[in-house]
């Protein structure tokens, strides 16, 4: 039981949760020219290539520190806290007196909607509604702000899997960067500009909201990397 338990959590954990984030993620990277070149730039030194005697290519990106690159964080990180939903759930065990008024009785829920954390103006600013690619890279939180982002829950249930769920993500981040080129399909009379795809909020179970619109693009190997083979080391 114990094991089909943790099954169907992973499960949606890996499908609701980390591919929605990596979309965002990747999307806010490509579609950004500035914040993509400093991708690149950030990302290119894991990257080594070697011609083995056989003529053949071997590309290989370290991700042993990927966590570290602060441009590439700070992209994931403002994915979860924009696109964040879902709420954090916790049962009261004892009757508790919030800020001298508020009673929460014993037994009782109480839900707290991530939104209302990560679109608060006093922790995050004034551009609080707008997309920052930086937010995350201008140092260590503090104040209010410090306890504001709820991009993998908190406390006791503070997510087990967010350092592997991370990896994962920089990594196929850095791997789309450095070998290909990704351009919007030319679609109608928009042509190949980038169209936001809307977010879905529809699903409250969801702790991060899936594009509403299919995104279609070209996916181009870079000129220098259409040979060879690649991996990462970990």
Same mark, same amino acid.
């Given at each position: 039981?114990?094991? @089909? %338990?943790?099954? @169907?959590?992973?499960?949606? &954990?890996?499908? @609701?949760?980390?591919?929605? $984030? &990596?979309?965002?993620?990747? /999307?806010?990277i490509l579609s950004d020219p500035a914040i993509l070149q400093e991708v690149r730039d950030a990302v290119e030194p894991l990257l080594s290539s070697n011609k083995s005697a056989d003529g053949s290519w071997k590309h290989e990106i370290d991700i042993s520190k990927i966590r570290e690159v602060p441009i590439l964080k700070s992209v994931l990180y403002e994915a979860l806290r924009y696109y964040g939903s879902g $709420?954090?759930? %916790?049962? =009261? =065990?004892?009757? $508790?007196?919030?800020? #001298?008024? /508020?009673?929460? #009785? #014993?037994? &009782?829920? !109480?839900?707290?909607?991530?939104?209302? /954390?990560h679109f608060n103006s006093n922790a995050w600013g004034g551009d609080v509604d707008a997309f920052n690619a930086h937010r995350f890279s201008t140092g260590k939180p503090s104040g209010e702000r410090a306890g504001a982002f709820r991009g993998f829950g908190g406390g006791a249930n503070?997510?087990?899997?967010?350092?592997f769920a991370m990896n994962e993500i920089l990594a196929f981040c850095a791997m789309m960067v450095l070998r290909f080129d990704v351009r919007p399909s030319a679609v109608g009379k928009a042509g190949r500009k980038w169209l936001h795809p809307g977010a879905d909020g529809s699903n409250m179970?969801?702790? =991060?909201?899936?594009? $509403?619109? #299919?995104?279609? !693009?070209?996916? !181009?190997? %870079?000129?220098?990397?259409?040979?060879? &083979?690649?991996?990462?080391r970990l």
């Open positions: 039981m114990d094991k @089909a %338990r943790l099954d @169907a959590v992973g499960g949606h &954990a890996i499908l @609701a949760n980390t591919l929605p $984030t &990596a979309f965002w993620t990747l /999307y806010h $709420t954090g759930t %916790r049962m =009261v =065990v004892e009757d $508790t007196l919030l800020d #001298k008024q /508020y009673m929460l #009785k #014993k037994g &009782a829920f !109480v839900f707290m909607p991530n939104r209302l /954390y503070l997510c087990p899997g967010r350092l179970s969801l702790l =991060v909201n899936p594009p $509403t619109r #299919k995104l279609s !693009v070209d996916v !181009v190997e %870079r000129q220098g990397r259409e040979a060879g &083979a690649w991996s990462f």
